[in-house]
Structures are given as structure tokens and as C-alpha cells.
């Protein structure tokens, strides 16, 4: 890809079209502090004052401000690392501020394979970010196992409610930029989230249930000599 | 690598020491192998050991369906000083597939062994800690065997949860 430099197409603005902003400027100003009345006053508020519902405007602002968890898993997390630098620059949308730690995140990027042992951890980091929460799948490992079709592997789809896939082996940085306008696409629409009961995600746990620790322990049914069950006949 | 006279002489001396350890053997494109017996697997790699492959390079698994004994176990060693390369074989079938552990001589055999017990269901006897290494402890099956299923299950997309059959049911 070439770049071109050249200079920005058109002149300065005029010194009407500057006065005419700067009166604009002085009217909003004078709005504020009270000092204008009347007519005036409410022709500005026609003018310049937006009516919203405070839900509406709660959604526009958390689809315009991502925090993605620093989470990469395989080889799409380069490209998901690439689309936070110059050249597609998520920032240009709000999306620049990943979060280490899944508390302070809203977005999940499952940016590669996510391996039957992995499977768990996944789901516990989306279990602990706060709500409103949402995943992207990223990749057609995360989506579809890939070519990584065997025994190893899990969609993404199995054990989390995932909002958005980027097809792609691995999809570019573009792509995943889609993905995330996509999402925040939908997160304004604010359509009714049915699959997330499916899946059993809704809510962040605090804690995890004292019942997960026990089955833990059992979980060692494998062990030569423990039961003859436990071996592949 | 012994050549075949060498690999040859080799097998008789480890057949006078024990006379059920040494099944056959082979020189195949240069390379030597010794099949042994799986119980006294210990007594061959040792009495090679003596002899100056002391250094096990490798541990791995085979499938060899649908040859029977299915199973088997190679064991790779090294002669240092001699630069000298020899392969020891052991065949298990999937109902009794029990090698003794080396891992108590060659420490570097443990999370080999892990790893073959994992993919193949070798149990190997004695071992000081054998439990799955790359699989979670409470997958079932061996999915390295050859009967194992490769995967190619159908896959659900979230849009579609609704028309087709769920993961979760």
C-alpha cells in the first residue's frame, strides 16, 4: 500500500465563515452563564441541545467506549495487537483502552484457539468482567475449531454467548475492526440478548461456588490403578 | 548406529542375560532396533545402559492399528562418547497395556511417559506420578489412538441457536 502525502484539499475558511463560528461559540458560552434571555435563548436551545432518554444515551456511550481485556491466545492476538497500532488505530473509535484485568473490561477478543483446557479459564475471565459485558469471536479457530478440527480444540460458541465472529485465518486488522463497529452497531440498537440465558452468562460472579472447588478434586477419574473405569477400553 | 553383525551381537548378549527379554530385531535403512519384551523393558534399557547407551534421548508412542499388539513404546538412546544411536521397541495391546516405568533410572522419562499414557493409554507401572499432561484430568479417552474420532462435529453459530440442535441439551 502506498501512502500519499498532499496538502488538505481547500482553502482557510473565510473571515465570515470565522466570525459567524466565533459568534457561535460566544452565544453557546453566553448560554451557560446565564447571560442570555428570551428569544434568544430559546432559539439556541432549539439549536444546540439534544433531548435523549438517559438508556439510549447510556448505550451510545458504552458502544462508543470498549475497554477489550489484554487477552490474546494465538496468532490472531498479533493481529488484534496490530489493530491498536498506527495504521488502523482503534483509538479513532474509543476502543484503544485495554484492560488487564477482567473486572475493568467489557470485551472479550478470543483471538485464537481456545484449547479444551483453556475452555474454563475463558469462560471464568468472562464470568468475572462486569456488566454489561460482551465477546468477540475472533478467527475461525474461535469460531469454527479451524484446521485445528480435532480433539484439542473448542468453539468458542460451546461454553460462551459470543456477540460478534470475524471470520478469517487470521482475520486482519481491518476485519476485526469491523467486527468491533459491527458490535457497536448492536450495542445501540440494544437488541434483546436471548442467547446469553442459553449459555447461563448473565451476571458477573464474585466468587466461585464452593461446589466448583469439590468437583475439582474429583475430577482426577483418570488415575491407572484408582478404577478400571477410567481407562479407554 | 550398530550396523546389522553389530545389532546382532548386541541381541545375543542381552538374550544370554535374559532369555525372554528379546523378541527380534531389525536394521532398516541403516537404523537399529531392538524389539523387547514390554515386563522386562527395565533389565534391556539397563543392560544397554551398561554397555554405553546411557543417554535416553526420547520416549514416545505408537498406534499401530490394526496390527496387534496395537500399542507401542520406543525408546530412543545415545551413546555419547561413541556417537552411537540405538531404538528399543516395545509392543502392548490395548487391553492390557502395561509397560513397567524407566523413570525411576532415566528421570527425564517422567513427563514422557505422562505424555504417552495421555495420548495413548499406556499405563506405565510404577511411575511416581502418572496423570494426564496435555489433556484435562477429566477427559475420557485417549485421543491420540487411532480409533479415537478426529473431531468434525457440526458446529452451532449463536445466530443459529434457535433452529438447529444446541450445544447445551
Known sequence: ????????????????????????????????????????????????????????????????????????????????????????????????????????????????????????????????????????????????MGVFNNYAVVPADKFLPVDVHVPGCPPRPEALLHGILKLRAMVHEDPTLGWRERHGAERTIEVLPDEGEALRKDFAVNVPGATESGQNA | MPDATGLELLAGELRDAEPDAIL????????????????????????????GYANLMSVHGVDYYPEEPRLGVIYELLDRARRDRIRVKVRVPTDAPRVPSVTPRWPTADHQEREVYDM????????????????????????????????GEPILYTKDAGTRQDYTQ
Open chain 2, 120 to 151: 495413548f493409554g499406556v499405563v506405565f507401572d510404577d511411575h511416581p506420578d502418572l496423570r494426564r499432561i496435555l489433556m484435562p484430568e477429566d477427559y475420557e479417552g485417549h485421543p491420540q489412538r487411532r480409533d479415537f474420532p478426529i473431531g
Open chain 2, 24 to 51: 527380534g530385531t531389525l536394521h532398516f535403512r541403516g537404523q537399529a532396533t531392538i524389539h523387547a519384551n514390554a515386563p522386562h523393558i527395565g533389565t534391556v534399557l539397563e543392560a544397554l545402559r551398561a554397555g
Open chain 1, 1 to 144: 500500500m502506498e501512502i500519499i502525502r498532499q496538502k488538505v484539499a481547500g482553502d482557510r475558511p473565510s473571515p465570515e465563515a470565522m466570525r459567524d463560528f466565533r459568534s457561535r461559540q460566544l452565544t453557546a458560552r453566553q448560554l451557560l452563564t446565564g447571560d442570555l434571555d428570551g428569544s434568544e435563548a430559546e432559539e439556541e436551545v432549539e439549536q444546540g441541545v439534544l433531548t435523549t432518554t438517559l438508556a439510549k444515551a447510556g448505550r451510545w456511550s458504552a458502544g462508543n467506549a470498549f475497554m477489550p481485556a489484554t487477552f490474546g491466545l494465538a496468532c490472531c492476538a498479533i493481529e488484534m495487537i496490530t489493530t491498536v497500532a498506527a495504521r488502523t488505530d482503534i483509538a479513532r473509535f474509543g476502543f484503544e483502552a485495554f484492560r488487564a484485568s477482567p473486572r475493568q473490561a467489557d470485551l472479550l477478543i478470543l483471538s485464537g484457539r481456545v484449547s479444551i483446557k483453556m475452555a474454563p479459564v475463558v469462560r471464568r475471565i468472562y464470568d468475572q468482567m462486569l456488566e454489561p459485558k460482551w465477546a468477540i469471536a475472533m478467527g475461525a479457530c474461535s469460531s469454527s
